[in-house]
């Protein structure tokens, strides 16, 4: 018999053992001796079962096991597949990149190609895939699917129905519901507008509404809107103008983001009453070419509300006067951080946090250029940011661990008020941002912020709950900042609290977003 051969890519010791009830010493080993006749399966990238029907001769080749023969096998004109959803012939076709190289495609993919989005085959689409399932700082759209999707009933590729088809369901889907109300989004990330729809649904369903959901794309919320009404995630292949053509026209439409602008279009032209709530800056509309969309859907009929001043008055060149309805925020639940930075705080370090998906617009490079200068003048500070971080904002973070700065990530949490009620201060560090709620979730638990004076929605209505400093002004920042931590008492910090109170609850909200279909 053949000697084993090297299996970089294609032995994953984690996934093997969760195909076990207990663990195994030595999963490589044990796989080589029981697992791949029991049929398991190495990797996500690997399926035995799969290889040995295609392959049937591979016993008589000498190898071990069917993963030394695939890999001693696979080779130029000869390319094997290791998994029905990796297709060498078509993985090359796709990514004409590797085919110059001359790499092992099924290799190329689960050394690089899953972690780069490539997609395996024509039978899987990561791009899809990443856009309804993944959250925003996941990778390896494939190997999410193997290991979770699969069970979860996602789909591999989109699944194409007629506009017939797309009417059909979502009529089926409101028959027998109460006082259906369609809610339209770009997305169901865990940020800003996703949470926001989450949230009007719970207040409109407290109120015996039954909602019902659009999306453009899908996230992690969509199990959660689920649990509060049909959800439609367009990107599966639904087809828009036939979900909104099987819709009555009885039904109230509100479109939620300039993103989901198409989707507010698309129900205007329905003949549906739609309200299309803008919550982005013009700087962010312009950034990614929305405002024709909101146009288009503003000529088809939709009536467009801004959440705050400052937007409208950008918009009135192209959009002319539009009305505004400032959102209330509600509060995330208040629990017990499990994560570093809590620590922190217990061992007497100042805490200074930050939020949201950490990309330029959040300005995650200016909360560690502001973190590095805190903590040369207060060496016991610590700094936390909640939330995802794109690849631009990772290597940044790299960088602030090499150079010590005490710095916990521990992504998106949803017990984030007890983050904020151990923190200091909240650096609002922003170049542009629609609100952020998390300004207010700091608050709420008496803590200060202290931001730069960018194009932010809230300015002019939170300002006495921190500090504003010019933009640029990184002393200021940081002296402001410093001096929050070192002042405030608890007495300021229920002063604060009160002040925040007729910013809470979304019933006022709501309430103004019916009236507008009255």
Not at 47 to 63: D, F, I, M, Q, V
Not at 232 to 245: I, M, N, P, Q
Not at 290 to 310: D, E, H, M, T
Not at 396 to 411: F, H, I, R, T, V
Request: glycine share 12%.
């Amino acid at each position: 018999m053949m000697p084993p051969v090297a299996c970089e890519g294609f032995f994953d010791a984690g996934f093997y053992q969760g195909q076990h009830d207990t663990p195994v010493a030595d999963p490589l080993g044990h796989f080589r001796a029981e697992g791949d006749r029991l049929g398991l399966d190495p990797s996500p990238y690997f399926s035995t079962r799969h290889y040995k029907a295609l392959y049937p001769g591979w016993a008589a080749e000498g190898h071990p096991t069917a993963l030394d023969s695939f890999l001693a096998q696979d080779r130029p004109g000869a390319w094997r597949s290791p998994h029905p959803l990796i297709d060498p012939v078509a993985y090359l076709r796709l990514h004409p990149d590797v085919a110059a190289a001359a790499f092992s495609p099924a290799g190329h993919f689960a050394r690089h190609g899953d972690a780069e989005g490539r997609s395996p085959s024509d039978g899987f689409d990561a791009g899809f895939y990443r856009r309804c399932y993944l959250r925003l700082q996941e990778t390896c759209a494939f190997a999410h699917y193997i290991r979770v999707g699969q069970g979860a009933g996602h789909l591999p590729r989109p699944v194409l129905r007629s506009p017939e088809q797309s009417a059909t369901a979502i009529r089926q889907a409101l028959a027998g519901l109460a006082r259906p109300i369609l809610l339209g989004v770009h997305d169901a990330q865990e940020a800003g507008t996703p949470i926001l729809v989450r949230d009007i649904a719970l207040t409109f369903a407290a109120r015996g509404l039954s909602p019902v959901f659009v999306l453009r794309d899908g996230g992690p919320l969509v199990a959660r809107f689920a649990e509060l009404g049909p959800v439609f995630v367009l990107a599966e292949g639904w087809d828009a103008a036939g979900v909104f053509a099987g819709v009555p026209r009885d039904v109230p439409v509100i479109v939620n983001s300039g993103a989901a602008a198409q989707l507010a279009q698309g129900a205007a032209r329905a003949g549906l009453r739609t309200v299309l709530l803008i919550h982005e800056m013009r700087g962010y509309l312009d950034a990614l070419g929305l405002v024709p969309g909101l146009a288009a859907a503003q000529a088809a009929g939709a009536r467009l509300i801004a959440s705050f001043p400052r937007m409208a008055e950008a918009l009135h060149p192209d959009l002319g006067r539009l009305e505004v309805v400032q959102p209330g925020v509600t509060l995330p639940p208040a629990g017990r951080a499990d994560f570093r930075a809590r620590r922190r705080v217990q061992a007497g370090r100042k805490l200074f946090i930050g939020a949201g998906h950490a990309d330029r617009r959040k300005g995650f490079d200016l909360f560690l250029d502001a973190a590095q200068e805190i903590h040369a003048r207060m060496p016991e500070a610590g700094f936390v940011w909640l939330g995802a971080l794109d690849p631009w904002a990772q290597d940044l973070a790299l960088a602030a661990w090499g150079a010590g700065l005490p710095l916990s990530l521990p992504g998106f949490v949803t017990d984030s008020l007890a983050c904020y009620a151990a923190a200091a201060v909240y650096l609002l560090t922003s170049r542009e941002d629609p609100g952020p709620a998390t300004l207010i979730h700091a608050a709420a638990t008496g803590t200060p912020f202290v931001g730069y004076a960018a194009d932010i929605g809230l300015r002019g209505t939170v300002d006495p709950l921190g500090r504003f400093v010019t933009c640029g002004d990184r002393a200021g920042f940081v002296a402001a900042a410093i001096g929050f931590a070192q002042g405030e008492t608890q007495a300021t910090r229920r002063a604060r609290r009160a002040l925040l109170r007729p910013h809470l609850g979304l019933d006022r909200y709501c309430d103004q977003l019916l009236k507008a279909f009255a």
